[in-house]
């Protein structure tokens, strides 16, 4: 037991240095732009990072959750056949994905250059997202963990030799070094990622389509329902703030999420990694380790939680103005941290519940859980910016995040009992 306590966190480890390693980064832009940069163009960032998180959450329920299905149910002839079909949608989806990221810079009035920027990271991004994914798939941790350093190294360098070395713009600085750092990302994948996707030709991607149909109907439509009910639940606050009161009043909120968002990406780091563990052992018939996984896999995340509040209190306390100028309100702030602090730990309980039902293909069940919370947190949210101002908006998005722990939970217990008799 011991023995695989030890395993079991040296992987959880393994896992999370590359994710937070990219946290890092994203932090340290958001820092220089939250410091350097007028609150209007701080919320445009935060809207587009979200935008970006976005289209990861979809590519993950278009593409990545469907590879450890094929995983956990062993056919080695499907499976081949599933992974082609999705690579090479995968390059096609990016590459139709460049002008609809280009019109989103552009309608939050990006500079063009920063928009031509922004969209091919974004595109690039996408790639690299699906390579994490195809890599821990096939047990090639050490590549992701790779792509996702190299991808912090080269933007935090990229970014200082710009703006300090050369002396360039600093919000086409972030940006371009955005692009150049999901470049880099790519290269551990190696030659042969790349290679399987193949090129970009309109009768490849009709055939993927058609091939695809089987895939959409079994998990895709179900998981891509719950992603998008699931941005609902989480960002609902996002787009109901900015379209209502602008980017420059989302800016305060987005300047207090900064502090938690280390625990949002351990948590889909080692979501990452759990997942396939998970597919394999419910392939190999190997039910009763699952409990315990998910045990471990909790207070990993209850503990890094735990870790982050502390860092968290402590800079409120003794060092304020060193992430926040004096443009915000520090009892906005504060506030707004502490409501960020609940919303966090609702959201890493249900973690590795989702994980299980996502590796056991229940994608149904998740969509449910997050139509009724999406539904929740929309309603919560608009009725609260409305009558109780922007900062409450927060408290929205804790009420959908309640209602999604609650179902989740339920699922999970219910296919737990059901799955030794299956």
């Not at 690579?87 to 139709?96: E, F, Q, S, Y």
């Not at 890493?348 to 299980?356: G, R």
Request: proline share 4%.
């Amino acid at each position: 037991m011991n023995h695989w306590l030890v395993d079991k966190a040296g992987r959880y480890l393994a896992a999370a240095v590359g994710p937070i390693g990219v946290a890092i980064t994203h932090f340290g832009l958001a820092l220089v732009l939250l410091r350097l940069l007028p609150p209007a163009a701080f919320g445009t960032f935060s809207v587009l990072l979200v935008a970006i998180q976005l289209s990861w959450g979809i590519w993950s329920a278009l593409l990545c959750a469907p590879l450890p299905v094929f995983l956990s149910r062993g056919d080695a002839a499907a499976r081949e056949a599933g992974e082609g079909t999705l690579l090479r949608l995968n390059l096609h989806g990016a590459i139709i994905a460049v002008p609809v990221f280009a019109a989103l810079g552009l309608a939050l009035d990006l500079p063009r250059f920063s928009a031509a920027c922004f969209a091919l990271f974004g595109a690039v991004a996408l790639l690299r997202w699906f390579g994490r994914a195809f890599a821990y798939v096939h047990g090639r941790q050490a590549r992701t963990m790779m792509s996702d350093l190299l991808y912090s190294v080269v933007v935090i360098a990229v970014l200082a030799l710009l703006v300090a070395g050369l002396g360039r713009d600093v919000e086409q600085s972030c940006y371009l070094a955005l692009l150049a750092g999901a470049t880099a990302g790519l290269l551990p994948f190696g030659r042969h990622y790349l290679a399987r996707m193949g090129g970009w030709r309109p009768a490849v991607l009709r055939e993927s389509l058609r091939e695809y149909r089987t895939i959409w109907q079994g998990q895709s439509r179900w998981a891509l329902l719950g992603v998008m009910t699931t941005e609902a639940t989480a960002n609902a606050h996002v787009y109901i703030v900015t379209a209502i009161s602008g980017a420059a009043a989302f800016a305060p909120i987005a300047a207090s999420a900064l502090l938690l968002r280390p625990v949002n990406v351990a948590q889909n780091a080692l979501a990452d990694f759990e997942r396939p563990m998970l597919a394999r052992a419910i392939g190999a018939g190997e039910l009763a380790s699952i409990p315990r996984s998910l045990l471990v896999f909790r207070l990993a995340l209850i503990g890094i939680w735990l870790g982050t509040i502390a860092v968290g209190a402590g800079l409120f306390v003794w060092a304020p103005d060193l992430l926040f100028p004096p443009a915000y309100d520090l009892d906005f702030l504060i506030v707004a941290a502490l409501l960020w602090a609940v919303f966090a730990l609702l959201r890493l309980l249900q973690t590795p519940e989702s994980a299980l039902l996502q590796a056991a293909g229940e994608f149904r069940d998740l969509a449910m859980a997050s139509v009724w919370s999406a539904l929740g947190s929309v309603i919560a949210v608009t009725g609260l910016v409305l009558l109780a101002g922007t900062l409450w908006s927060i408290g929205g998005i804790v009420a959908g995040a309640v209602v999604y722990l609650w179902w989740t939970w339920r699922f999970a217990r219910r296919w737990l009992r059901a799955a030794p008799t299956a």
